[in-house]
């Protein structure tokens, strides 16, 4: 009896160490099917190479550390507020405004197109963009700047008079005020809007601080110890409104009391631009500092327009109210480079500095006519161009 127990179980033992052999060598056919999955998935959510095998991974590699979220090259939500400072030229035609005349003849100019020159002008610039699939993002920016303003006075013991025909006596040699001017205060002012939606691919990787120049594989599980960098293509519409107006006021000293007798010139100058783009963003970042660059340029159609008019002494219109309008194409370019400080991983502070160019659109002192016969002002000039530069300073999220 004692014998069969013993065989029984020996049989049992021998059982049981069949069915646990099994049992684990089924477990690690399963983890061998799973672990190229997983090893992909790291790969990929880190940036690396999806082909590497396991054995070639330089060390282990922290599946979803916690603030990677914060970390990650290319983020989720972001966005920046900045105030900027912005210089625009006057590239318009270079005509005399002012002169002075002797037995009806010019010979001396006082004021001319290319003396009116605009100071640093505040503008502001908001950037808000939102990933929707992998690398795609739907990004929205909208610059102003508002009231850039240039101005002259001209006052002499000398009549100065406008040139052309408007100058040598008016339309139809009627003027009271232009022929003989006393005073004279000329404004040329613009204003420049802006509005797009791009749609933009980010790609990137990031590094452990201690890593090789250049090595940008695998974050390290510490998103404050990782150096970053990305690189996005974005392509979008863009609609852009310039507006301008150049006033001249002259006042002139006329009868015994002296009276004063004044005059008005005013053009006003509309371009609404409207195409697509192209652009790309560089950013690379370490733990506190930084650098971004963006560039962008495309083709837009410009609706343009203008209108004008002159009036004399008494309130009358010596020139009535005329204008044009026309569509032609229009180039925009935009480049803005910047230094970025990081106060968390979230916040940062930048600051940078910025090149506007647009051609193919219509300035107002590009609209000037001073012919003294009619019709005149009736025509629309608009292959002007003009360019911003100044900097930048702001403040920047990224979650």
Known sequence: MKTIRMRVGWILLLVLTA?????????????????????????????????????????KIEKNPPCLAHCS?????????????LERSNSSYDQPLLVQREFGTPVATLLRTSDLDFNYEPAARVVLGSRVYDGWAIEGVYFGLWDADSSAYVATDEALTLPDGLGAGGQGGGSNVWSS?????????????????????????????????????????????????????????????????????GE????????VESGVYDILTRNHLYGGQLG?????????????????????GNDADQEQ?????????????????????????????????RLSD?????????????????LAPDQLDFSGTLPAGDRLHSNGSLFLHGVSCGVEARW
């Open 19 to 59: 069915k646990t052999g099994a049992t684990v060598q089924g477990q690690q056919i399963a983890q061998q099917a799973w672990r190229p999955n997983e090893a992909r998935a790291d790969a990929l959510w880190y940036g690396r190479n999806p082909s590497e095998k396991i054995g070639e991974h330089p060390q």
């Open 73 to 85: 090259p290319c983020p989720q939500v972001y966005g920046y507020v900045e105030g900027m400072f």
């Open 181 to 249: 001017l006393n005073r004279t205060w000329v404004d040329y002012s613009s204003d420049l809007q802006s509005a797009e939606l791009n749609l933009v691919y980010c790609c990137g990787g990031c590094a452990a601080c201690g890593a090789g120049k250049g090595d940008y594989a695998a974050a390290g599980p510490s998103c404050s110890d990782s150096r970053c960098r990305t690189f996005e293509w974005l392509a979008g519409f863009r609609f852009l409104d310039l507006s301008e107006e150049l006033r001249i006021y």
């Open 252 to 259: 002139k000293d006329a009868g015994d009391p002296p009276a």
């Open 280 to 300: 790309a963003r560089f950013r690379c970042w370490g733990t506190r500092l930084g650098w971004e660059a963006t560039g962008k340029l495309g083709i837009f």
């Open 309 to 341: 008019y002159v009036t004399d002494y008494p309130e009358f219109e010596l020139r009535p109210r005329t204008g044009a309008e026309g569509c032609e194409v229009a180039f925009v370019g935009d480049l803005n480079l910047s230094l970025i400080y």
């Open 346 to 362: 979230v916040w940062s502070l930048r600051g940078g500095y910025n090149l506007i160019w647009i051609s193919g659109v219509a």
